[in-house]
Nanobody, 124 residues
């Protein structure tokens, strides 16, 4: 089992920045690809970003490329999502997830473990 706990969400004005953190415990953190997903009201959960087990490779949804950066610190068992130039349409509950699979996985059902989610609200 892997337990994931997100932090760092909140309310920010459009154009602002937030950094989400996800602390992992349980099994070996570096054995997992880590991802961030989000779910807006009345919408399906969608892929945001993922990072390889070593941190050497990343993948992003087109909607966040150039604005969001995913990173990880395997010594601290933590993955981060730096979000810049935030827009009102970024408003959602953000989830951290772990997958025992390749970086190319972007579907929520492919991820084995999930955090409880954290609210990010961007005001216009």
């Amino acid at each position: 089992q892997v337990q994931l706990v997100e932090s760092g969400g909140g309310l920010v004005q459009a154009g602002g920045s937030l950094r989400l953190s996800c602390a992992a415990s349980g099994r070996t953190f570096s054995d997992y690809v880590m991802g961030w997903f989000r779910q807006a009201p009345d919408k399906e959960r969608e892929f945001v970003a993922a990072i390889s087990k070593s941190g050497g490779a990343t993948k992003y949804a087109d909607s966040v490329k150039g604005r969001f950066t995913i990173s990880r610190d395997n010594a601290k068992n933590t993955v981060y999502l730096q979000m810049n130039s935030l827009r009102p349409e970024d408003t959602a509950v953000f989830y951290c997830a772990a997958a025992n699979g390749p970086l190319e996985w972007t579907k929520s059902y492919q991820y084995n473990y999930w955090g409880q989610g954290i609210q990010v609200t961007v005001s216009s």
